[in-house]
Every structure is written in structure tokens, then in C-alpha cells.
Nanobody
């Protein structure tokens, strides 16, 4: 069993930055990738960014490319999402997730993720 705990959310003005953290604990052996997803009010949850467990491969949604950066601290089993130049459209609950699926092409799909954190709220004011 793997537990994920997110932190770092909050209220920020448009153009500002936030850094989200996700701490993984438990049986992480067999985890191939970690991802960040988000869900805005009234909308479906959407993919944001993913990183391989080794930290060597990353991929982000077009909507956040150039603004968000995913990274990982292997020693601490932590995943980060550095968000900059935030806009009100980035307002959402952000979730950290882990997958044991080894196919990189599927890491943008929430269905392949096996465990999820409780989410952290990010609110961007205009």
C-alpha cells in the first residue's frame, strides 16, 4: 500500500507562483511513474504533468508547458510541481498520483494510476 500526501496549495494572485509537494510512503516498489492531476469546479479531472519514478522522464500538458515543472527527490520519495505565471484558469484541486503501469504512453491517463493523494486546493485570484 502506498500513501500520498500533498501540500503547498493556497491562494495566490495571478502571475504568482506556488510549489506543490507530494510525499510518498509505504510500499513504493513497483511504482513506475508519478503524476499530477487537477480538477476545477464543475469540470472533470485532467492531467497536468508526469514524471518517471527514476526522475529521468517528464511530460506535461500543453496548457502548463513552460509554466509548470515537475521534479522528484528520489531519496526522500517526494514529487514536486513548481507552478509559475499562474492564471485564474489554474484554480483547481491538485492531486498527486502513482502508477505501476510501465507504459509511458499511458501516464497521462488517470485510469492507470493506482493510488491518489487527498488533493490540495490552489486558488488563483485575478
Amino acid at each position: 500500500q502506498v500513501q500520498l500526501v500533498e501540500s503547498g496549495g493556497g491562494l495566490v494572485q495571478a502571475g504568482g507562483s506556488l510549489r506543490l509537494s507530494c510525499a510518498a510512503s509505504g510500499r513504493t516498489l513497483g511504482t513506475y511513474a508519478m503524476g499530477w492531476f487537477r480538477q476545477a469546479p464543475g469540470k472533470e479531472r485532467e492531467f497536468v504533468s508526469t514524471i518517471s519514478w527514476s526522475g529521468t522522464g517528464t511530460y506535461s500538458a500543453d496548457s502548463v508547458k513552460g509554466r509548470f515543472t515537475i521534479s522528484k527527490d528520489n531519496a526522500k520519495k517526494m514529487v514536486f510541481l513548481q507552478m509559475s505565471n499562474l492564471t485564474p484558469q489554474d484554480t483547481a484541486v491538485y492531486y498527486c498520483a502513482g502508477t505501476s503501469n510501465l507504459y509511458r504512453s499511458r501516464w497521462t491517463t488517470e485510469e492507470v494510476y493506482d493510488y491518489w493523494g487527498q488533493g490540495t486546493q490552489v486558488t488563483v485570484s485575478s
